[in-house]
């Protein structure tokens, strides 16, 4: 056999292995929900999960106080079957962008995204394939990036001032509606995603938050303010403060999440030729421009994302035990539906440039401004506003690793300094879309990569590693 067949069959047997891997974490999701049903029993699951998907959906609501634990990892189950449907019934090639568009999916249907509103946004890139005869293949990421608009179609569907609701809610006329904006959004999104993608230059690894962040504000601008219409009221955000290491809520959730990282990172090892070979030059790459899924293979890509998904949960449990540790800090927000699903949003990128080392600098920005803003708080005389086990901020750091290629690129300080820059806009962001769009956290980082790009630019500051060196 020559080089390149091996090669090929070596791609061959990589796809297939991410495929059956993004095919049992479906499969696994609905295994939780069925043992969350049998052991938390918390109540009738068809009218929990009938009101989880009759509901607005803005961010931040929260699917596991609106419908529970079982409902929420049967919804997230089923939106991941229907990704993984997407990807092989299109044929789209399965790489590190198939891996994070699905398990966005997976990571929204813990807060916004349900297997009833996330549909129309899909169609309406499938009929801008087929207008502009474009491959299927080639815009099947967008089809499951655009589901990240769902919320438009539920609140459109159920909530928005329409003269013809029926006693259910539903209105015919919303439905028209949804189906409009998502034929609106199926042709706006892949016009705009490369222009915006270029205007950050790839140091925001979620690209598709900057484009649909804006599409958002127009959307939200045009159906609220511009008709004189009153802002939605604001959504279910957090469950009731609870002792984070002791509700069985959030021992039943993070046990969850402990099993399949560590079952990753085993799967990993084992398919590595039971070693860790290669991992420590992973971890050395800058993450910008570095496809860790064809440079270091799929073995290295489960290894990274077990290592990197355990390492967000010993951060989440250092965050929320800060108020157990100091008095005086607000409560924090415990595994939450939105908790357990910011951390699939910052797992999407592990094969595609994200490790434990190039987002470190970026959780160090984010405790930098607590620092600065609690000793600001006590100097003044007032309470302190925030923690970083607050719930907005658990989510905006979530995201925040997208920027980790400032710190790959320019060092640590100005991976700091991204992080930083992140956590300063991250709770302000969503008001400008209404809360409409679930990749707030992306359309955040966007924006923060502007900024510090023109801040380098101005003052002629220079990378220091090239996108792929190991240091």
């Excluded at 609106?184 to 598709?208: D, E, W």
Aim: charged residues 10%.
């Amino acid at each position: 056999m020559t080089e390149k067949n091996k090669n090929e069959a070596q791609r061959t047997q990589d796809d297939v292995r991410m495929l059956c891997f993004l095919l049992f974490l479906s499969a696994y999701f609905l295994l939780c929900s069925l043992c969350a049903h049998l052991i938390l029993k918390e109540g009738d699951f068809f009218p929990s999960l009938f009101r989880m998907l009759c509901a607005p959906s803005r961010l931040v609501t929260d699917y596991f106080a609106l419908a529970g634990i079982a409902v929420t990892f049967f919804n997230v189950g089923v939106c991941g079957l229907i990704a993984n449907a997407v990807i092989l019934l299109s044929k789209m090639p399965v790489n590190a962008t198939a891996v994070a568009a699905y398990l966005l999916v997976v990571a929204h249907g813990f807060y916004g995204l349900n297997f009833l509103n996330l549909w129309l946004p899909m169609l309406g890139v499938l009929l801008y394939c087929l207008v502009r005869r474009c491959s299927i293949a080639e815009n099947a990421h967008l089809m499951l990036f655009c589901t990240a608009l769902a919320p438009f179609v539920s609140d459109l569907l159920f909530a928005y001032p329409l003269p013809d609701r029926d006693a259910l809610g539903f209105s015919v006329i919303g439905l028209v509606l949804s189906v409009l904006l998502s034929i609106f959004s199926g042709f706006f999104a892949p016009a705009v995603l490369p222009g915006t993608s270029a205007m950050h230059r790839g140091y925001n690894m979620y690209k598709a938050g900057l484009a649909l962040g804006l599409l958002g504000l127009f959307l939200y601008s045009f159906l609220y303010p511009s008709l004189g219409i009153p802002a939605p009221a604001p959504s279910l955000t957090e469950n009731a403060p609870k002792p984070t290491l002791f509700c069985a809520e959030g021992l039943f959730a993070e046990g969850c999440l402990a099993f399949l990282f560590a079952t990753a990172l085993l799967l990993g090892f084992f398919l590595n030729g039971k070693s860790f070979r290669g991992y420590r030059d992973l971890i050395r790459a800058s993450g910008r421009g570095t496809d860790f899924y064809h440079l270091m293979g799929v073995p290295l890509c489960f290894v990274n994302f077990g290592v990197y998904g355990l390492a967000l949960l010993a951060y989440l449990n250092a965050v929320f035990a800060l108020p157990l540790l100091i008095p005086g800090l607000p409560a924090a927000a415990c595994f939450t539906g939105p908790t357990v699903g910011v951390v699939f949003a910052a797992l999407s990128f592990s094969a595609d440039g994200q490790h434990v080392r190039n987002i470190a600098p970026i959780a160090l920005g984010y405790f930098s401004l607590f620092a600065l803003c609690a000793l600001g708080c006590v100097a003044l005389g007032r309470p302190v506003a925030w923690t970083l086990g607050t719930q907005s901020y658990v989510n905006g750091f979530a995201f925040a690793t997208g920027l980790c290629p400032f710190a790959g690129k320019y060092g640590k300080r100005f991976g700091m300094l991204a992080g930083f820059l992140g956590a300063t806009i991250c709770t302000v962001t969503a008001e400008m879309h209404g809360g409409f769009v679930l990749y707030n956290g992306g359309f955040t980082a966007g924006l923060t990569a502007l900024i510090l790009i023109c801040l380098l630019d101005f003052y002629h500051i220079q990378p220091k590693y090239r996108d792929d060196t190991a240091r």
